[in-house]
């Protein structure tokens, strides 16, 4: 129960972030390595790195561009917010920083044709307390005319070391 905190701002900022985006940019499209571009694993990625800094910083033009409008967030405890929860979350704390700081750590992307998974853990370090929380993360993206879109997102409290 001492990481009920963790856990609820592990879920509200994040949607939070999401919310506070400005205008959408799309993501970069497929294209072959040997011109410069970036393949569909490094897209993941990146948007990923996108997203974890959307975290850091309550940035909603992130969770706007990042998320498709069906968007499913799965919870230990059932369904999360959606995108419009998130999104207004986010917007309402736009630029604020979290109470918490939040890494990535160990991805593997694995792609399946126009569907994509990144799993990975996430690490969340109270700043007043140094307290941590670990969840694995899974998010799972499709491609839709050529953009990755996070459609699902799965956590849950990470139990090794």
Known sequence: MRYAPFLLMAFWFPAM???GQGPANPAPRLADTASGRQTD???IQQI???WLKAERNTDPIVVER???DDYVNLVPTG???GKA???KNFREHAGETPPYSVQQEDMHV???GDTAVAAYLKI???KENKNVAREDTTHIFTKDGGIWKLRISRTSTHQGE
């Open 17 to 19: 972030a999401a919310l």
């Open 41 to 43: 694993s490094e897209l």
């Open 48 to 50: 990923e790195s996108d």
């Open 66 to 68: 990042v998320l498709a």
């Open 79 to 81: 369904t999360g917010p």
């Open 85 to 87: 929860t998130l999104l």
């Open 110 to 112: 694995y792609l399946l």
């Open 124 to 126: 969340y370090i109270a």
